[in-house]
């Protein structure tokens, strides 16, 4: 993939696909340490130990689509093409997390991407999923913010759902602004 926000949504989809009502999903950029790291976490069907093992082949997918799974191998090599590192872990009928360490430094880095309209395609298109999204930035200091779908559900009430129009239109300014003050600060 050329962006790694589409590693994100790929691997989002799989936790939407296990039934997951709940997806944690935390950008940790650390310039002082050179690494980027992208956790994925959710309360979904999870996973066998024999199947943790099994998802990072390329032609090992749940799926009946298609004969091979793409999404976490290309997320795992990215990650470790850089340097980083790559772990899951996953307990069945509890949920799955798994995270990405990427060394920005590295010629093999692909860019982060559009990050913040990958979060707001996940949260509008699954309104029936809490999503917890975390940025943070860490140079001399550590800043960073969040948006959790729950919070803003409880706020809106039964009335308004997070995909109407003025809902869209605030949690895009929300990230892009958010997003803007942690990296120029």
């Excluded at 994925?40 to 082949?57: F, K, L, P, W, Y």
């Excluded at 795992?76 to 799955?96: C, D, H, L, N, R």
């Excluded at 960073?144 to 729950?150: C, D």
């Amino acid at each position: 993939m050329r962006e790694l926000s589409l590693n994100v949504m790929d691997v989002t989809q799989n936790s939407i696909s296990a039934g997951a009502k709940m997806i944690k999903i935390i950008v940790r950029e650390d310039k002082t340490a050179d690494t980027l790291s992208i956790s994925i976490e959710d309360n979904g069907r999870g996973m066998s130990e024999e199947q943790v093992r099994s998802v990072t082949d390329p032609f090992y997918t749940t799926r009946t689509t298609r004969n091979v799974g793409l999404g976490v191998p290309l997320f795992k090599m990215e990650a470790e093409m850089t340097g980083g590192s790559f772990e899951i872990s996953s307990k069945p009928g509890v949920g799955t997390k798994l995270t990405a360490v990427f060394k920005p430094s590295s010629v093999d880095m692909i860019p982060l991407g559009d990050i913040n309209g990958t979060i707001l395609l996940l949260v509008t298109c699954n309104t029936d999923i809490d999503f917890q999204y975390t940025r943070s930035l860490k140079e001399a200091e550590e800043r960073e913010f969040s948006l959790n779908t729950q919070e803003l559900k409880e706020i809106l009430g039964d009335e308004v759902a997070l995909n109407s129009p003025d809902v869209v239109i605030w949690i895009k300014e929300f990230l892009e602004e958010n997003t803007r003050e942690l990296i120029n600060q």
